[in-house]
């Protein structure tokens, strides 16, 4: 039942200084304009709403009485910090509903929240618990009106409160930048960054997936009163589905204070970079990658079926004629070996088979019924037995840069085909090894122990061959990663780990094209590994960070030079990374080598033994051949 004594929300006050007759005409108008407009339907539902009901009980009973919903992960609400002082910031897509959903969602987290809000909605009383009021129109009383709700806002944070802030003030619209039109917030507001610093505030980044209809802003771009009287018909039409709502890993305080230092216009930074976060959080919404080629049809036919598996007793017998020096090491049932395609071709087209199905299921893969190539037939191949099993687990492909091009040229890499390599870049680091086309088989990659075999398997192989004290090779950026993280965590390596005078010797066959906002983005939030991890954090639903194989290279040392999409891959991004086995901490390697393949190698490149405590970057290594040590295949 209506409540027939609650004030209506809108009422349209003219001017004193407009004629009787102008007022009577719009007398004669207002109903059918405020029907029109929405705002009669909002205050007859508004009606509705059960008297008593104030605060989170009125909040709960308004988007109920509107039909409004909203979805957010369990994931993302435990993020908000449920004591001390934090600060909230939201786009503001919709100009109304995402104060509303703001307030229940902190509510139903915290008791002590408050919601900077529109001067405008002190029209609901109801709401007066949770918000206070601001002037965001700029006008010339504004400032002064502003600072008693200022001060509250400071006095609420002091006393370790939760603030919902919506920075931009005004919302979501239709702007032209950089010639592209986009739908976003105007620039945020830099006093809700002097209040985080002021009083040390936590502050946790959110997003509100939407906006509002065309109309609004195309009529907005005619003038910005027609946008704000449209506003009560956007209101209304947002009940059709639940709003999506994104929440951030809280930004502590320490952080934000550590980039303001020394920072003449610390607030305007600040800002720019939280509303740079709320942002990324729209990119988990988007789509991983532009096209998925792979699951397009390929030629007449759609991509094709896997070859079926290889029968595990002619794998067993063929591995068990491989010649001694093939196998690298043994632990527990698995065996680790190495050897060349001749030696093991029904082992080698399983490795294709597994290979294949491998990358389709993260978006890769050739499409082919079988992932082998050229390159496999003079390549290495170095991989995991599981002998009570009788499977392959895993694998790596090995190629030997001096034998590849004194025997083949440059043409006979497979990174080749993903980067213009200059002679010089060429020269500098071979003797060197190239690795790819790595993977764990499905059943397997729960556990970090297959890809710690792959590389102490790599390791032993090193060792007898310590010739080869450079490691090269493209490392997948797969596509189970969003494109903004993979657009940054190219942007962040390009920038802050590349080796300048190698990666000017390189450039990839198919550049990436990045967008404007997320090169700004990554070169205004990302100055180390833990931001862009934290990033990737935020825009991935699952919360995943660096590539576990990319991770591993960083722990060698490795740097990355060029980015490639290889459109023959699903449209792959390939970074090219080097690893310095010379530079790479001792204990890593010691890890992988043994203490004993560790003093050999080093010994080799005549470093001497190893002891505990010894310096983790030793000097760079000069080469050198063989000498005579056993080589695998």
Same mark, same amino acid.
């Given at each position: 039942m209506a409540d027939t004594t609650r004030k209506p929300i809108f009422d349209i006050q003219l001017p004193t200084t407009v004629s009787p007759v102008l007022r009577g005409l719009f007398g004669l108008a207002q109903a059918p304009l405020c029907r029109m407009l929405g705002m009669s339907r909002i205050d007859e539902i508004y009606a509705t709403i059960t008297p008593d009901a104030v605060g989170r009980d009125f909040v709960d009973a308004a988007l109920k009485a509107f039909h409004f919903s909203y979805r957010v992960s369990d994931e993302d609400m435990a993020r908000i910090p449920e004591s001390g002082p934090v600060v909230v910031v939201a786009n503001h897509p919709f100009g109304g509903l995402e104060g509303l959903i703001l307030a229940g969602l902190l509510a139903s987290r915290r008791p002590d929240v408050k919601i900077m809000a529109n001067f405008l909605l002190q029209r609901i009383p109801e709401l007066s618990e949770f918000f206070i009021f601001v002037d965001p129109f700029g006008s010339s009383n504004a400032a002064k009106q502003n600072i008693r709700p200022l001060k509250e806002s400071l006095g609420h944070l002091r006393r370790g409160g939760i603030l919902g802030v919506f920075p931009a003030g005004e919302v979501s619209h239709l702007q032209f930048k950089n010639r592209r039109p986009t739908v976003s917030d105007p620039a945020w507001n830099a006093s809700v960054a002097r209040i985080i610093l002021k009083t040390g505030a936590t502050v946790v980044p959110m997003f509100f997936e939407g906006n509002n209809s065309r109309l609004f802003q195309l009529l907005g771009l005619v003038h910005p009163r027609l946008r704000t009287a449209l506003l009560p018909r956007e209101f209304l039409n947002k009940g059709d589905k639940p709003i999506e709502v994104r929440i951030g890993a809280p930004i502590p305080f320490s952080r934000l204070e550590q980039m303001a230092e020394g920072e003449e216009n610390a607030d305007e930074l600040i800002i720019r970079c939280l509303r740079l976060r709320s942002y990324l959080l729209g990119a988990r919404g988007a789509k991983s990658r532009p096209r998925p080629k792979l699951f397009l049809p390929k030629g007449p036919g759609r991509q094709e079926a896997l070859i079926p598996a290889a029968d595990p007793h002619l794998l067993s017998d063929e591995i068990a004629a491989l010649p001694q020096e093939c196998r690298l090491f043994q632990s527990g049932e698995f065996s680790v070996l190495c050897a060349e395609a001749g030696q093991l071709p029904l082992v080698l087209r399983e490795i294709g088979r597994l290979r294949e199905l491998t990358f389709r299921r993260v978006g890769e893969g050739s499409g082919k019924a079988c992932d082998l190539d050229p390159f496999d037939a003079y390549y290495l191949h170095l991989f995991i037995w599981n002998e009570k099993n009788r499977e392959v687990v895993g694998a790596y492909r090995i190629g030997r840069t001096d034998e590849i091009l004194s025997r083949m040229g440059q043409r006979g890499l497979y990174t080749d085909t993903l980067f213009v390599l200059k002679e010089r870049f060429l020269r500098h680091i071979s003797p060197a090894l190239e690795m790819g086309r790595s993977f764990v088989r499905p059943e397997y990659q729960k556990s970090y122990s297959p890809l710690l075999l792959l590389w102490k398997g790599l390791a032993r192989f090193v060792v007898h061959n310590p010739t080869y004290k450079i490691l090269f090779g493209p490392v997948s950026i797969t596509n189970?990663?969003?494109?903004?993280?993979?657009?940054?965590?190219?942007?962040?390596?390009?920038?802050?780990?590349?080796?300048?005078?190698?990666?000017?010797?390189?450039?990839?066959?198919?550049?990436?094209?990045?967008?404007?906002?997320?090169?700004?983005?990554?070169?205004?939030?990302?100055?180390?590994?833990?931001?862009?991890?934290?990033?990737?954090?935020?825009?991935?639903?699952?919360?995943?960070?660096?590539?576990?194989?990319?991770?591993?290279?960083?722990?060698? /040392? /490795?740097?990355?030079?060029?980015?490639?999409?290889?459109?023959?891959?699903?449209d792959a991004l390939d970074g090219l990374i080097v690893v310095d086995l010379l530079r790479t901490d001792r204990k890593q390697l010691e890890r992988y080598m043994g203490k004993d393949g560790l003093a050999r190698f080093l010994d080799f490149h005549g470093l001497g033994p190893v002891h505990a405590g010894h310096d983790a970057n030793g000097p760079e290594g000069t080469g050198g051949t063989g000498g005579g040590l056993p080589r695998c295949a």
């Amino acid at each position: 039942m209506a409540d027939t004594t609650r004030k209506p929300i809108f009422d349209i006050q003219l001017p004193t200084t407009v004629s009787p007759v102008l007022r009577g005409l719009f007398g004669l108008a207002q109903a059918p304009l405020c029907r029109m407009l929405g705002m009669s339907r909002i205050d007859e539902i508004y009606a509705t709403i059960t008297p008593d009901a104030v605060g989170r009980d009125f909040v709960d009973a308004a988007l109920k009485a509107f039909h409004f919903s909203y979805r957010v992960s369990d994931e993302d609400m435990a993020r908000i910090p449920e004591s001390g002082p934090v600060v909230v910031v939201a786009n503001h897509p919709f100009g109304g509903l995402e104060g509303l959903i703001l307030a229940g969602l902190l509510a139903s987290r915290r008791p002590d929240v408050k919601i900077m809000a529109n001067f405008l909605l002190q029209r609901i009383p109801e709401l007066s618990e949770f918000f206070i009021f601001v002037d965001p129109f700029g006008s010339s009383n504004a400032a002064k009106q502003n600072i008693r709700p200022l001060k509250e806002s400071l006095g609420h944070l002091r006393r370790g409160g939760i603030l919902g802030v919506f920075p931009a003030g005004e919302v979501s619209h239709l702007q032209f930048k950089n010639r592209r039109p986009t739908v976003s917030d105007p620039a945020w507001n830099a006093s809700v960054a002097r209040i985080i610093l002021k009083t040390g505030a936590t502050v946790v980044p959110m997003f509100f997936e939407g906006n509002n209809s065309r109309l609004f802003q195309l009529l907005g771009l005619v003038h910005p009163r027609l946008r704000t009287a449209l506003l009560p018909r956007e209101f209304l039409n947002k009940g059709d589905k639940p709003i999506e709502v994104r929440i951030g890993a809280p930004i502590p305080f320490s952080r934000l204070e550590q980039m303001a230092e020394g920072e003449e216009n610390a607030d305007e930074l600040i800002i720019r970079c939280l509303r740079l976060r709320s942002y990324l959080l729209g990119a988990r919404g988007a789509k991983s990658r532009p096209r998925p080629k792979l699951f397009l049809p390929k030629g007449p036919g759609r991509q094709e079926a896997l070859i079926p598996a290889a029968d595990p007793h002619l794998l067993s017998d063929e591995i068990a004629a491989l010649p001694q020096e093939c196998r690298l090491f043994q632990s527990g049932e698995f065996s680790v070996l190495c050897a060349e395609a001749g030696q093991l071709p029904l082992v080698l087209r399983e490795i294709g088979r597994l290979r294949e199905l491998t990358f389709r299921r993260v978006g890769e893969g050739s499409g082919k019924a079988c992932d082998l190539d050229p390159f496999d037939a003079y390549y290495l191949h170095l991989f995991i037995w599981n002998e009570k099993n009788r499977e392959v687990v895993g694998a790596y492909r090995i190629g030997r840069t001096d034998e590849i091009l004194s025997r083949m040229g440059q043409r006979g890499l497979y990174t080749d085909t993903l980067f213009v390599l200059k002679e010089r870049f060429l020269r500098h680091i071979s003797p060197a090894l190239e690795m790819g086309r790595s993977f764990v088989r499905p059943e397997y990659q729960k556990s970090y122990s297959p890809l710690l075999l792959l590389w102490k398997g790599l390791a032993r192989f090193v060792v007898h061959n310590p010739t080869y004290k450079i490691l090269f090779g493209p490392v997948s950026i797969t596509n189970e990663y969003k494109t903004a993280s993979r657009q940054l965590i190219a942007r962040y390596f390009k920038e802050q780990n590349a080796l300048p005078e190698l990666a000017r010797l390189v450039r990839p066959r198919t550049p990436l094209k990045e967008q404007h906002w997320l090169k700004n983005a990554a070169r205004t939030l990302v100055t180390d590994l833990d931001d862009l991890v934290d990033l990737l954090a935020d825009i991935e639903s699952d919360q995943k960070g660096i590539p576990v194989l990319l991770r591993q290279y960083l722990k060698l /040392g /490795g740097k990355l030079l060029a980015f490639n999409v290889d459109h023959e891959f699903a449209d792959a991004l390939d970074g090219l990374i080097v690893v310095d086995l010379l530079r790479t901490d001792r204990k890593q390697l010691e890890r992988y080598m043994g203490k004993d393949g560790l003093a050999r190698f080093l010994d080799f490149h005549g470093l001497g033994p190893v002891h505990a405590g010894h310096d983790a970057n030793g000097p760079e290594g000069t080469g050198g051949t063989g000498g005579g040590l056993p080589r695998c295949a």
